[in-house]
């Protein structure tokens, strides 16, 4: 009985806020690497060129960038001063998802590019590792970021 009045252990939050800080920088990392192509490849030989267009070359992926540094702000913020702390990482993690996402739909991302199949060749816009993964990041930071609100709730010996 006197169990359940005790506060939950911090360790758990804490963790949370570190998972946040983690997110947060790897929603940096991504911030750099490719996010968008254009590949043009010639049927008769196999071969292709392409040119990739990174996360930071358009706005959207400055605002990714910017939205990674703030939630790492909140998730160090968390672990140092309080747990909860780490929930408002969910701010610029929910910023960071919307401009993943308007990088394809409106940016100068994917959509700009053109795309055609004239049997030998053909031209076509693709998306790139780093804009899945920086879609990931920001959907971890927000996942996280909420998650770090909550207690973690313990089952003793007793309870199942």
């Avoid at 005790?6 to 790897?26: D, E």
Wanted: charge should be neutral; glycine fraction near 12%; proline fraction near 4%.
């Amino acid at each position: 009985m006197a169990d359940d009045l005790k506060p939950a252990p911090t360790g758990t939050r804490r963790g949370h806020a570190l998972a946040v800080s983690a997110a947060g920088a790897l929603l940096v990392f991504c911030a750099v690497l490719p996010w968008a192509g254009l590949e043009a490849k010639i049927g008769l030989i196999g071969g292709g060129v392409s040119a990739d267009v990174r996360g930071i070359d358009d706005a959207f992926g400055v605002y990714a960038l910017v939205a990674g540094l703030v939630a790492l702000a909140c998730g160090l913020a968390g672990l140092l001063a309080h747990p909860r702390l780490a929930a408002l990482a969910v701010v610029p993690g929910a910023v960071a998802v919307l401009a993943v996402v308007m990088f394809v739909t409106e940016g100068s991302g994917v959509q700009d590019r053109i795309s055609f199949d004239l049997g030998l060749l053909s031209v076509a816009p693709v998306i790139r590792f780093g804009w899945f993964a920086a879609l990931a990041c920001s959907l971890g930071v927000v996942v996280l970021s909420v998650l770090a609100l909550f207690r973690r709730v313990r089952t003793g010996p007793d309870q199942s």
